[in-house]
Every structure is written in structure tokens, then in C-alpha cells.
């Protein structure tokens, strides 16, 4: 009991410490249950200012070590993919064909390829083709020409550069026939004059060229190429033609510059021309011709543009007093490039010129018929043009061109009216004019799958020449038609029409006994093939189907209609 007194009296006396004396009093009454509420937000100040309080950023200094983790994770196998048989087309190494036609026509071909390989590629060909006579209304008995053609090639593929090596043999026989009869000159058909005069082109000629495998390989170099040809004809004219040729890509800032570098040496020598020949065509002539064509590339977005100078610098030696060709020569190249589409539409157009040299290997390409002992004078050009091409559909695409031409020294084809008269000159002359030509030409193409395939094209001019001059032998109009279908790889057909509008042989007051514009004509061939099998095949080919009588030249006819027989075999 006394404990317990004790205990209380300690609890008095510890309330009476912690308290006040006057305690109050309040009265508190709870009329509801408690209900929070948010009262609306308001901005203090529109624009708030932030201030940064921390006046020093602390400086972090950290590594990452790499460290090998082993990770214990095996993956289940994939199964391997099943790849269909790809079928590789085989390749044969020969290909032989022959056929024979009317007026003792004879065709044969041989060419042989080497297989696949990734070190190196060989082959050679070999053809000929030859015709007695068809060319009616001559007062010669035998027109016949012959064109006989030999090459091979090599090439070695190494890791930064392939090399190629070719070399060729032309053998071409051409009569010089134009002499035809005619009804103004009693006793023409008559003469019986035989076989007609001729002339055999001999050419020999070989390449080398080095062409590297990536760009960079070779360095500043993309291309090498040198060449030879010798050529001469039945009358002892000889010809040495030295070419070299080379493209490079030169350092130019963030630019590329592309240059293009050739060079080209011809000597010409005519010592005995054909019987009764003016003794002035006896001469040798040379030309040495450096090209240097520099031009910058841009490329932006659908936009590319070439622009660049064509820098000709030309010597020229002649055995005769005439006047110095030599000189140097500059002409603009500009080509601007608009792909309006990608891929379907683009447009392509500016001005461009070059050099062309005459010489008598590449005249006597231009027509087999021109006599011995024609003179060279370069012709100049410079062209401006603009050129739409594109697809109209997946199967069909189409090019359209137009422009001027300027051209000077330009080369022409001539023969005297009076030539039935003239027994000394065989053939065609070479004569050079100035002139300016607007032009329009346009052209079609069909391919449907490969099997059906079309092209069209025809081509407009308009010549402005010096007074008293003609665009002699140069159409106003030209067109063609070509196609060709296959049928289930057994039949092939093919189509070449060819339309050539008239043409300026000579000035009309200067003979009124035969006319002076040669006349239109159209000329049709077809084609048709067998293949018995992949090896096996015959053709049948037939040339002026139409059997059009049209002149080539004045007095040069074209052959009648022809049809050859043959067969094809590949091992």
C-alpha cells in the first residue's frame, strides 16, 4: 500500500511540470465528414526565370575496360536452303555458215571462241562473200566484187588490268562497172567490153590495248590503245596508219578531270595510178594529229553536265606546192543531261565538234568505187542538238534529235556527168564543200519478251550550201524498218526495209541527156530460219525482194533481186 502511494504522488508531480498553468478550453464540433479540396492554379509570372544555382559543373573522369564475358549459348543449327538447278546456257566454241545464191553468189562464215575462263579468252573469224554478175543494162561482162575478211583476238585477264590483242586481214575486190547502156548512144550494146576495170583493197592491220579492271587500278590511267594498219590497193597506193588512243581521270580538287588523249599519224603514197591517169595524182601526202580533249563532269541530282574544250593541233606535210593544212583547231564541248523521269524520260542537248580525218583507207570505205589518187583535207564540225529519249511503255522507247551542223572541208562524192565519154577515169572523185544542215530525226523500238522485236527510224535535212554547190549523194529523206520474230525456237523472220529519198548527182544545165537527181528507192529484204535442233539450221535470204532498178552513184546500179539457200552448224 505504501509503495503504490508512492507511485501515484510521482505521477502528480510529473503532470504538474510538463503543463501550463492555464490550460484554456476549446470547443471543437464536427457538423460533416471531411471533404479535401484543390483550389485553381494560377501563374505567378508568365515568362518564369530559371536560374542555375550550381556555379560549377563537377568533372567526371571514367573508363570502360573490356572485359571477356563467357556466355554459355549454343544456337540450334539452321537447316541448309533448297536452291532450284540453274540451267547455264551452253557455249559453243564454233559457229560455221554457208549458203549459195544467184548470180553465182557464194557466202561462207567460220568463227571460233575459246570456253569460259577467268585468265584468258581467244577466237578468230573468217568470211567471205562473193557475186559474179546481176547488175543489168551493163555494157561489161562480168561486175563481180569480192570481200574476203580475216581476224583473231586474244585477251589476259590479271587482277588490275585486261589485255587485249587483235589483228585482222581484209582482201576486197570492187569493178569499176558504172557503164551503163545507153539509149542516146547508137551501138552501146555492142561493144561487149568484157571484164571491167578493178581495184583490189588490201588491208592489214593489228591492236593492242591495256584496260584497267577497276577505276584506280591503273591509276591516273583508264585506257591504253595503239594500233597499226598498213593498206594498198591494185594500183601500188600505199597507206601506214599509226593510232594511239588513251582515257585518264586526273586529280582536280573535289573534282575528277577526264581527259581524253590521241594521236594518229598517216602517210599516203600514190606512185602508179591506173592507165592514162593525170601524172598530178601521182603524189605523197601526210598528216600527224595530236587530240586533246579535257572536260569536267558534275553530277546533281537529275542534273549532269559535261563541259570541256576539243583541242586539235595538226601537221601536214605534201610532195606538191598546195596549201598547208596544218594548224590548230578548237571546238566546245558542252552536254547537259536532264533525267526528267528516272529511268523512263530524260533530255540531253548542247554543242559539241571534232576533226574527221579524210584519209584514202577511210574514203574508200565511204564508197569501194572512188579512183586512186584523191586528195585529203580534214573536215571540221561543230554540231548543236537536243535529244529526247525515254520509254513509252515497258515494251517501247522512243528517241527524237534535232540540231544544226556546220560543217567545213566537208567530204563529197562527184562524177562527171560526161564519164561515158571519159576512158581514163574509172570511178568516183572526192571533192570537199562548206555547208550547214538542220536536221530532225527520230527513232522506235519494240521488244516483247525477247521474241518480237522492231525499230523504226527516218531522219529529215535541210543543206545550205555556197552558191552553185550541191549536197551531192546526200539525201533529203531517209527511213527504215527493221524487225524480227522467233517462233517457239524453231522459226526466225526477219525484215529490213530501207527507204532513201533523191538525190544531187550533178547540175542539171551541165548534161540534159541524163537526169541529175537520181530517183527514190525502196529496197526490202527478208530473212528466214530454220534451227533443226541447237546445232543444226538452214536460212534462206532474199535482197531487194522488190526488185527495185535504182543507181547507187551515177551509172552505178544495184544489183537485182537475190536469193541465197544455206546452212548453219555450231560445235
Not at 551501138?187 to 571484164?195: A, F, Q, R
Not at 586539235?312 to 523521269?341: K, M, N, T, W
Not at 561515158?420 to 527513232?443: F, H, P, R
Amino acid at each position: 500500500m505504501r509503495n503504490s502511494g508512492i507511485v501515484f504522488g510521482l505521477v502528480l508531480s510529473f503532470s504538474a511540470f510538463a503543463q501550463p498553468d492555464n490550460l484554456g478550453s476549446l470547443e471543437l464540433k464536427v457538423t460533416d465528414r471531411y471533404k479535401a479540396q484543390v483550389k485553381d492554379a494560377r501563374k505567378i509570372l508568365e515568362q518564369p526565370k530559371y536560374e542555375d544555382s550550381i556555379n560549377q559543373k563537377l568533372e567526371v573522369q571514367y573508363r570502360i575496360d573490356s572485359r571477356p564475358l563467357s556466355v554459355r549459348m549454343r544456337p540450334e543449327p539452321l537447316s541448309p536452303a533448297r536452291i532450284g538447278p540453274i540451267e547455264v546456257p551452253q557455249l559453243y566454241r564454233a559457229y560455221i555458215r554457208g549458203a549459195y545464191g544467184a548470180y553465182n553468189t557464194g557466202l561462207a562464215e567460220v568463227f571460233y571462241n575459246s570456253k569460259r575462263s577467268s585468265k584468258s579468252s581467244y577466237g578468230f573469224s573468217a568470211r567471205h562473200l562473193s557475186t559474179q554478175t546481176g547488175v543489168s543494162n551493163l555494157l561489161y561482162e562480168d561486175n563481180a566484187f569480192s570481200r574476203n575478211h580475216i581476224g583473231a583476238y586474244f585477251n589476259r585477264f590479271f587482277p588490275k588490268y585486261t589485255w587485249r590483242l587483235s589483228a585482222d586481214v581484209d582482201l576486197d575486190k570492187y569493178s569499176y562497172y558504172g557503164r551503163p547502156i545507153l539509149d542516146f548512144l547508137p551501138g552501146d550494146d555492142s561493144l561487149e567490153l568484157g571484164e571491167a576495170p578493178y581495184n583490189w583493197y588490201r588491208s592489214f592491220g593489228f591492236e593492242t590495248s591495256l584496260i584497267e579492271a577497276r577505276e584506280k587500278e591503273l591509276g591516273w590511267m583508264q585506257r591504253l590503245d595503239l594500233g597499226y594498219r598498213y593498206f594498198l590497193d591494185n594500183y601500188r597506193s600505199m597507206e601506214h596508219d599509226v593510232r594511239l588512243g588513251s582515257d585518264w581521270i586526273l586529280p582536280a580538287g573535289e573534282q575528277k578531270l577526264n581527259l581524253e588523249f590521241n594521236a594518229a599519224y598517216f602517210n599516203t603514197s600514190y606512185d602508179s595510178l591506173y592507165t592514162g591517169a593525170d601524172s598530178s595524182n601521182i603524189f605523197n601526202q601526210s598528216f600527224m594529229q595530236v587530240q586533246m580533249k579535257p572536260y569536267i563532269r558534275v553530277d546533281r541530282d537529275e542534273y549532269a553536265l559535261d563541259f570541256g574544250l576539243n583541242l586539235y593541233f595538226l601537221g601536214h606535210q605534201d610532195s606538191r606546192d598546195v596549201d598547208d593544212q596544218g594548224g590548230a583547231y578548237f571546238f566546245p564541248e558542252l552536254i547537259l543531261r536532264y533525267r526528267a523521269v528516272p529511268d523512263v524520260l530524260s533530255v540531253v542537248g548542247g554543242i559539241t565538234g571534232l576533226l574527221e580525218r579524210n584519209n584514202y583507207r577511210e574514203l574508200s570505205r565511204r564508197s569501194p568505187f572512188i579512183t586512186p589518187g584523191q586528195n585529203t583535207i580534214p573536215s571540221r564540225t561543230i554540231k548543236a542538238f537536243i535529244a529526247m529519249e525515254g520509254l513509252l511503255s515497258r515494251t517501247l522507247s522512243f528517241r527524237l534529235e534535232g540540231g544544226y551542223a556546220n560543217r567545213r572541208s566537208d567530204a563529197f562524192l562527184y562524177r562527171n556527168p560526161f564519164f561515158y565519154q571519159d576512158s581514163m577515169t574509172y570511178g568516183l572523185e572526192v571533192i570537199y564543200q562548206d555547208l550547214n544542215e538542220l536536221y530532225a530525226k527520230g527513232s522506235l523500238s519494240y521488244n516483247w519478251e525477247e521474241k518480237l522485236l522492231i525499230s523504226a527510224s527516218a531522219i529529215a535535212r535541210d543543206f545550205d550550201l555556197d552558191q552553185g554547190e550541191l549536197p551531192l549523194y546526200r539525201p533529203y529523206f531517209e527511213a527504215n524498218l527493221e524487225g524480227s520474230y522467233t517462233y517457239r525456237k524453231k522459226v526466225g523472220m526477219g525484215l529490213l526495209l530501207n527507204y532513201v529519198g533523191s538525190r544531187h548527182a550533178f547540175h542539171q544545165i551541165q548534161n540534159p541527156d541524163l537526169p541529175a537527181m537520181l530517183e527514190p528507192y525502196l529496197d526490202l529484204g527478208l530473212k528466214l530460219d530454220y534451227y533443226y535442233n541447237s546445232r543444226i539450221g538452214a536460212f534462206i535470204n532474199f535482197s531487194n525482194l522488190l526488185n527495185s532498178d535504182y543507181d547507187l552513184y551515177l551509172g552505178y546500179k544495184a544489183q537485182g533481186i537475190n536469193a541465197m539457200f544455206g546452212f548453219t552448224y555450231r560445235f
